[in-house]
């Protein structure tokens, strides 16, 4: 005895040691009792717009060098790409506002495609999503490397992946913390590039003032000659191949619609500000840049940027001014790093929505102890280091893939908010002047996803289109098992609808000292009913009392305010209630226990624990589907809970019973 004695003890120290590690790399769980809890984690504009709109505001990074890049040497033509793309970013930016007031639950692109195209738009725009969000995080770390690599030696350059790889390393760690404090952690980087930029560009284009003159004429010659070889179809073809391979200038301006179930409320009026701060933000910065490109001259060089290149030639006389070139690029690197936060903040929250509706596996609805999408954020982390190792680190390889995607989704958010206004036509006064502004969007969409697919096809862009198709595909396959299991516990339904009453309806209290059954029930079901009729069949006249035990799990979906939770545990309270009345009506004494929580398993085993003390001679059941053919994606798609709390219950010395309930599947 003594020697099982140690044993326990050392098992529980090293278990609380491992608790307290995660405490402080983690944090504590989050007190769901406490009522002014969402406003404490949700984001006023000006942080929704560092932690979503930076996505945005750093695609100004590589978006516009990438353009700049693809017109070679006729760089006149970057006067046009300015004005173009700030009319591009305001175009998106007001599809997407809209997008906001008729869509206020957040979603996006997804919800958008489902409603107004149909569930086979809505999962193509969903893993669109996905795959973008996953691309977000690696081109956005990747950029944020190669620019802080700008300013170091060459031969430093070997270390590059292995930079990146701890970079999202670290932003999972930050973003299991949850939202809000990788968020106001990273807001002193937003802020210095605001300031630096505004002084790169401000200082960039109004001292080359005097410059504007000889450039608009050299403009001039060069677009004659052109004009005389080439012919203005093909200056137009040039423009539009730099206008749409710049297409990462527009990646993550869909970010803040997805996002709302984070802003603070009144959430539309947050979400149309933030929409706002980040279009404005991005037009300005990246049309400022292709000014600032084309009235300093700037030149590629090899190994490094020409963000870097310009910060340089700007500040280069200035009194410590390579120090501020370097906070300039290194704050520009560090963006990009805030930007990867969008993929960890909106990504799982596709991911949520789509095992909502049975698209994904379910438990990537479940919200960890600090209220984070841990499923979600583990998930994201680990297919961007797949895509960073698989280009090797490549940003050219990744943007290209990124765009795709990106353009993918825009366009059906476009087309759909296009069909829900000529749809609401009657109902909407101004559907003239939305649905001109959604098509107007569709067609510069589709121009920059046709010509990004067509020009990149054969240099990464098969992968994207891969990838995607994979996701549909599996998306279907998970939708297909979900319906099937449907399908059998309707039948069971049909069997269980008119359980006959056989005795007089019980009005007995609980007896503490009598054989008591638990049963853990998740609403009132054929599930539950099922296990319920299992206990009576199987151990007939053993046990004399029943208590239903049921946990209001706060997932994604019930995560939105205190109204949504308050409704939660109605729902929960009135199922336990109705097998309570069941019960009573066959003639058993019957009572419930229910409590709120995220960890179904944690909060599951402390009401047991609970109940068992006050009912000592009871045994705990639960019910768990069993298939015919179990595999390894069964077990993804149906979560372990039952196993869990018969492991975790059984160490406490409570006897506790997993009853089958058999799908012929």
């Not at 690599?149 to 390393?169: T, W």
């Not at 004659?224 to 990462?248: E, K, N, V």
């Not at 090797?392 to 290209?400: E, M, P, T």
């Not at 029943?546 to 109204?563: L, M, Q, T």
């Amino acid at each position: 005895m003594p020697a099982d004695d140690s044993h326990n003890d050392g098992s529980h120290n090293q278990l609380s040691l491992f608790h307290r590690i995660q405490r402080i790399i983690i944090g504590a769980p989050r007190n769901i009792g406490d009522p002014s809890l969402f406003h404490k984690l949700s984001l006023i504009p000006l942080l929704a717009w560092i932690g979503l709109g930076a996505d945005g505001l750093s695609s100004s990074s590589y978006g516009p060098e990438e353009a700049f890049r693809a017109l070679g040497q006729h760089t006149y033509i970057c006067i046009f790409l300015a004005f173009g793309t700030a009319l591009t970013v305001f175009i998106i930016s007001y599809a997407y506002s809209r997008i906001i007031e008729h869509f206020p639950t957040g979603g996006g692109g997804y919800i958008v495609a489902t409603h107004m195209l149909g569930e086979k738009a809505g999962v193509v725009s969903g893993c669109a999503l996905l795959v973008d969000y996953m691309l977000t995080i690696t081109v956005s770390v990747a950029s944020c490397v190669d620019s802080l690599f700008s300013f170091l030696p060459l031969k430093y350059g070997h270390y590059r992946l292995m930079a990146k790889i701890f970079l999202i390393v670290l932003l999972i760690v930050m973003n299991m913390r949850g939202v809000k404090e990788s968020v106001t952690l990273l807001a002193p980087i937003f802020i210095i590039f605001i300031i630096t930029h505004a002084l790169l560009l401000g200082y960039g284009i109004f001292s080359h003032t005097s410059q504007i003159a000889p450039v608009v004429n050299e403009l001039s010659i060069n677009f004659r000659q052109d004009l005389a070889s080439i012919g203005g179809f093909g200056i137009l073809l040039i423009f539009l191949r730099a206008y749409s391979l710049g297409g990462g200038t527009y990646t993550g301006i869909e970010a803040v619609s997805n996002g709302l179930q984070v802003m603070r409320e009144p959430k539309v009026h947050t979400g149309k500000r933030t929409m706002a701060y980040m279009a404005t933000s991005l037009a300005l910065t990246a049309g400022g840049l292709f000014l600032c490109y084309l009235l300093w001259r700037v030149v590629p060089t090899e190994g490094r940027t020409l963000n870097a290149v310009l910060a340089d030639g700007v500040f280069g006389n200035w009194f410590l001014g390579y120090w501020l070139a370097l906070i300039t690029i290194l704050s520009e690197g560090a963006l990009l790093l805030v930007g990867a936060q969008t993929g960890f903040i909106d990504g799982p929250r596709v991911m949520a929505n789509m095992a909502i509706d049975s698209w994904f596996p379910r438990r990537f609805a479940a919200l960890s102890e600090r209220l984070s999408m841990r499923n979600g954020v583990l998930l994201m982390g680990a297919a961007s280091i797949v895509l960073m190792l698989y280009a090797h680190g490549s940003v050219s390889a990744l943007v290209v893939m990124y765009s795709i995607n990106v353009f993918l989704t825009f366009s059906l958010s476009e087309f759909g908010m296009s069909r829900f206004f000529f749809t609401h036509r009657k109902v909407e006064t101004k559907w003239k002047q939305h649905i001109s502004v959604h098509l107007t969007g569709l067609t510069l969409c589709l121009t920059i996803l046709t010509v990004t697919v067509i020009e990149k096809f054969g240099e990464g862009g098969w992968l994207t289109l891969i990838i995607t198709s994979c996701f549909i595909a599996l998306c279907y396959l998970i939708r297909g098992h979900y319906m099937k299991v449907r399908a059998a516990i309707r039948k069971l339904d049909e069997i269980l609808v008119g359980i006959p009453v056989t005795e007089l309806y019980c009005n007995e209290p609980v007896n503490p000292q009598a054989p008591t059954a638990i049963l853990l029930v998740n609403g009132f079901n054929s599930f539950g009913l099922h296990t319920l009729l299992s206990i009576v069949r199987t151990f007939p006249n053993t046990y004399k009392n029943i208590i239903f035990v049921s946990v209001a799990e706060i997932d994604s979906g019930a995560f939105k305010g205190v109204k949504e939770i308050d409704g939660l545990k109605e729902s929960v309270k009135d199922a336990l209630m109705k097998y309570v009345k069941v019960t009573r009506q066959h003639g058993f004494p019957a009572d419930y226990r229910m409590d709120v929580g995220t960890d179904v398993v944690e909060v599951a085993t402390d009401l047991c624990e609970s109940i068992a003390k006050d009912f000592p001679r009871s045994t705990v059941f639960t019910g768990k589907l069993v298939f015919r053919h179990e595999t390894f994606i069964f077990k993804m798609l149906h979560n372990e809970t039952a196993y869990a709390i018969q492991r975790r219950l059984q160490w406490d010395g409570i006897t506790t019973v997993i009853l089958p309930i058999r799908m012929n599947i």
